[in-house]
């Protein structure tokens, strides 16, 4: 089967991402000219499954219409387009101009994927972006970019905790976690030593708590805040972590606790949590206002 007959059979299959142009790279000469034609017609009439394999086979002629794409109402068909932009064009700098939130995190994944050294200082400002999209690709972007994978592999390390407080839907959590990545990875691209930021773990004097604590976290039922008071230092803020995390799925124990412990910025979390679940679950609305008050 040719590659235009294969495109033919898949433009319709929803199965079917994108179209296999490994068939056409062997090609050559008139044949070869006869199937980039029969893409670049697809990418004309807006078919998103050519989009892609337009940029595989470095059709630079179709930037224009690839282009016009990237504005289409739909949302899906704009990220088809804007990856294909990236990859056609190499290794593009965005302009961060966009408020679209599918177009931020596009911005966000070509930075991540940039080798330009000018792509630390923007991936370091898009931590603070409204886009989680955007925010985890920029901090994945980062731990990459400035050899740090090794810290943030290690369980429970510090890293991990903020990578998974920066992804939070609560504004209050996130954006603290922001602010504190911003200040750590700014540090080391920088040149500052990883270890003395206090990027590796340090287990406190209680790891039969800490262990405790992990094993309830898989359940949905009350938390020891007596001996949860105990931890300190990485433990502590695992803890506080966990049950920011637990806010947003409306959990009644974790928003009991985190009042109990009352670290810092423990009533915005739980202000915004009341915003976000709002009349999905009523009781624990009203809950987070009356520990609050």
């Known amino acids: 089967m040719s590659f235009i007959e294969s495109m033919a059979r898949d433009a319709d299959d929803p199965r079917v991402l994108t179209y296999d142009t490994q068939a056409v790279r062997d090609l050559t000469g008139d044949v070869r000219t006869a199937a980039e034609d029969a893409l670049s017609a697809r990418v004309r009439a807006g078919d998103w499954k050519a989009f892609e394999p337009a940029a595989e086979l470095k059709l630079a002629h179709l930037a224009p219409d690839l282009e016009r794409a990237a504005q289409s109402a739909s949302a899906w068909v704009r990220a088809c ?3 294909a932009l990236f990859a056609l064009r190499g290794d593009p700098l965005p302009t961060g101009t966009t408020t679209d939130p599918i177009l931020q995190g596009l911005d966000a994944y070509a930075l991540k994927t940039s080798t330009r050294p000018e792509a630390i200082p923007a991936l370091l400002g898009l931590l603070r972006d409204p886009s989680v999209i955007a925010r985890v690709h920029a901090s994945e972007g980062l731990v ?15 890293l991990q905790r903020l990578s998974m407080a920066i992804a939070s839907r609560l504004p209050s959590v996130w954006q603290r976690a922001a602010s504190e990545l911003h200040a750590l990875l700014g540090a080391v691209s920088r040149g500052h030593d990883p270890i003395a930021l206090d990027l590796v773990y340090r287990p406190g004097p209680h790891p039969d708590v ?3 604590f992990w094993a309830h976290a898989q359940v949905w039922e009350p938390f020891d805040v007596a001996t949860l008071r105990l931890l300190d ?3 502590r803020a695992w803890v506080e972590s966990v049950l920011n995390g637990r806010l947003a799925s409306a959990d009644h124990h974790a928003a009991t606790a985190l009042a109990e412990l009352a670290p810092s910025g423990w009533r915005a979390a739980l202000e915004d949590a009341a915003l976000s679940v709002g009349d999905r679950d009523a009781t624990f609305t009203r809950l987070c206002r009356d520990l609050i008050a």
Request: charged letters at 25%; aromatic letters at 4%; hydrophobic letters at 30%.
């Open 233 to 235: 230092g990485h433990d």
């Open 210 to 212: 800490v262990q405790r």
């Open 144 to 158: 990459e970019k400035l050899g740090l994978t090794p810290f943030q592999a290690q369980r429970p390390s510090p």
């Open 81 to 83: 387009a804007l990856r």
